[in-house]
Structures are given as C-alpha cells and as structure tokens.
C-alpha cells in the first residue's frame, strides 16, 4: 500500500567508497546492495524460505508482486525453475539453487538483466499496510476484535482476499495478523522485531544460530562503553 516514509536511492548519484569507506557520511551515500543481494541473476545470498511462499493464499495478488516463479516474464527472458541444462535456450533464464521461487521486490529485472550497487528503488521504512496491521495488533489487545478485523480486511481487499469474519477469538485474530504481516511485508527487514515483539523466537527461529538469551539484543559497541566513564564491560548485553 502507500509509502509513508521511504530511504531514497538514485542510481544517478553514484556512491563514495563501499568497501573500505570511514563511514563520515560525507560524500555521495546512494549505493545499497539489496538489488545484488536479493538478484537471482545477481548473487541470490538472500532468497524466500519455503515456509514465506507457502504462506500465501490462493488468489493473493501480493505472490507475484513479490516473486518470480516458473513462466514470470523478465528483461532476462522467461523465468524457468529446476535444474538448469547445460545449454540455456535463448530467451529463458533459471533461478539458481533450484529454487522454486526468487524475490521481484527491490529487483529491476523488468527492465535490466543485472543489478549494480546504486540499485535506486528505494527502501521502504513504512508503508500504509503497515500502520494497518500495527493498528490492528493494539485494537486486538484492547479486546475490540472487530475493529482489528475491519483493519486487517483493509489490507486482505487489496490483494483480492475474502474479509476475515467478525466474532473472532482474540488468538484467532493475532494468527490472522501474524500471517498478514508475514505476507504484506515480505522482504521489507520487519520479521525479526515482529517475532521478537511476539515472542515467538522459540519456534519461528528454531534450527537457525539464533541464541535465546542473547540475539534479542545487539552488543553495546566497545566504543561506546570505553568512552562513557558511567559504563564497563560489566554493562555489556548478555552474551556478547
């Protein structure tokens, strides 16, 4: 839904030093690397789970706003999945590591065959959608589930879903906003604070190298605690 507030990028502007900058902030600051980074022509270090893609309903207009899958049109040429031939036709392209699904959120393919580091679509801090769902969590825990559900429909109307009914439990209406933002925000770097303010670490993290106890926090930097006579190393967060 609409943008709010937005982190602008413009690939006219170029970029100062990526690799060994001082971080000054000084000088041209438009590179991002998420287009390479999320790019399946690109290096594809980030790419939808399994368990993303198969949240989404049949019918939701937002898989293909974020996907290339199996017959997606690109500026590469058609999207293919499954092993790739040792020979690639012409006018095809394959999503690598076999994967069944590629991100087309914060991709240019549409138009370019790569990505480069300037990119120039900008980040998404918040978006309507967003607000929505924010909303809704708070009308849900204040006991007006109805309210909350008027929200969530708002955000399900747009991706030609069905309402969700009124007279929902309160459990069933914090699944239902756990779900929607799962899907309305894919991509957008909002899961891991949701799962942490949800508490669900346990289970939605369970197999990764998220440490309980410690990765609910960042380390205070060394720098901060050597400079502040008020803070030692005793102070630091757990863990780190």
Known sequence: MESIFEIEYDD???ASAKWDSSVTGAGPNEATFRGQEYGFNDWFNVYP???LKNEFEDGD??????????????????VKTGPA??????????IP???????????????????????????????YADVL??????????????????????????????GL?????????????????KVELAGEQVRFNDILRWNLT???LAGTNFQAGKNELWPIPDREITSNENLSAADQNPGY
């Open 12 to 14: 006219a502007l170029g």
């Open 49 to 51: 789970s399994d368990d």
């Open 61 to 78: 207009l937002r898989y293909d706003g974020n996907f290339y899958y199996e017959g997606s049109e690109s500026a590469i040429g058609t």
């Open 85 to 94: 031939p040792n020979v690639i036709p012409e006018g095809e392209v394959y």
């Open 97 to 127: 590591l076999e994967r069944e699904v590629a991100w087309k959120k914060y991709q240019n393919y549409y138009k370019d065959a790569n990505e480069d580091q300037e990119s120039g679509i900008n980040f998404k801090y918040l978006r």
């Open 133 to 162: 769902l924010m909303m809704a969590e708070c009308e849900n825990e204040v006991g007006t589930q109805d309210n909350a559900i008027d929200l969530i429909n708002e955000v399900r109307e747009r991706a030609s879903l069905d």
């Open 165 to 181: 009914a009124y007279g929902l439990s309160k459990t069933a209406v914090f699944e239902a906003i756990v779900h929607e933002r």
């Open 202 to 204: 346990s289970t939605e």
